[in-house]
Nanobody, 115 residues
């Protein structure tokens, strides 16, 4: 099995920045997919960043230019750098990974953007 642990969420003012971390219990080289999703109350879960092998990172228009996904292979960690945060970015953010054709999710970390 695989465990994913997120951290870095919290309360931030509009225009501020946060960096989320997702640490996997095994080498991320063994994972065929890693990405970040978010879900606000009453809304569908949305993919906000991914690092699919064989392609460059992708982002939806809602976060493009503000969010950046990266990884540190030595630490088995994927990051989501979030800049210029807006109130509409408020959501629970989930790390997701695909390992041996099984999808795994972290527990989630709350991000609240408010003045």
């Amino acid at each position: 099995q695989l465990q994913l642990v997120e951290s870095g969420g919290g309360l931030v003012q509009p225009g501020g920045s946060l960096r989320l971390s997702c640490t996997a219990s095994r080498s991320i080289f063994s994972l065929s997919f890693m990405g970040w999703y978010r879900q606000a109350p009453g809304k569908e879960r949305e993919l906000v960043a991914d690092i699919t092998p064989g392609s460059t990172p992708t982002y939806p228009k809602s976060v493009k230019g503000r969010f950046t996904i990266s990884r540190d292979n030595a630490k088995n960690t994927v990051y989501l750098q979030m800049n210029s945060l807006k109130p509409e970015d408020t959501a629970v953010y989930y790390c997701n990974a695909l390992f041996l054709s099984t999808s795994y999710w972290g527990q989630g970390t709350q991000v609240t953007v408010s003045s």
